[in-house]
C-alpha cells in the first residue's frame, strides 16, 4: 500500500508560478518511479513528467513537450517526496494535477496504466 498526497495547487495569473508536492509511504520510495499527470475538463489524463533513480545519486527525468523549459520534476529521497516547480504558467496549463508512484518499475512511462498509485489530486488554475 501506497498513500500519495499532493498540495501546493491554487489560482495564478499567466506568468507566473507554482510549486507541488506529493508526500509518499513506503519503505522502498526511492526506488519508486514517480510522475505527475494532470486532467483537464473533458480532456484525458496526460502525462507531465516522471522521475526515476538511475544510481545511488543520480536521477533520471522525463517531460512532455509542452512543458520542457518550464517544469521541472524533483524528488527527496529522505523525505519520501516529489516536487513539481511549474514556472511560466499558462492557461492551458489549468488542470487537476495528480501525483503517481509505481513500485514496480526502474523506467519512466508517460501512459497512466503504469502507475499503480495515484494521490487525490490538487488543482491548478491559470487565469489569462
Known amino acids: 500500500q501506497v498513500q500519495l498526497v499532493e498540495s501546493g495547487g491554487g489560482l495564478v495569473q499567466a506568468g507566473g508560478s507554482l510549486r507541488l508536492s506529493c508526500a509518499a509511504s513506503?519503505?522502498?520510495?526511492?526506488?519508486?518511479?514517480m510522475g505527475w499527470f494532470r486532467q483537464a475538463p473533458g480532456k484525458e489524463r496526460e502525462f507531465v513528467a516522471a522521475i526515476a533513480r538511475v544510481g545511488r545519486n543520480t536521477y533520471y527525468a522525463d517531460y512532455t513537450d509542452s512543458v520542457k523549459g518550464r517544469f521541472t520534476i524533483s524528488r527527496d529521497d529522505a523525505k519520501n517526496t516529489v516536487d513539481l516547480q511549474m514556472n511560466s504558467l499558462k492557461p492551458e496549463d489549468t488542470a487537476v494535477y495528480y501525483c503517481a508512484a509505481d513500485p514496480s518499475s526502474s523506467r519512466t512511462s508517460t501512459h497512466p496504466e503504469s502507475y499503480d498509485y495515484w494521490g487525490q489530486g490538487t488543482q491548478v488554475t491559470v487565469s489569462s
Open positions: 513506503g519503505r522502498s520510495f526511492s526506488s519508486y518511479v
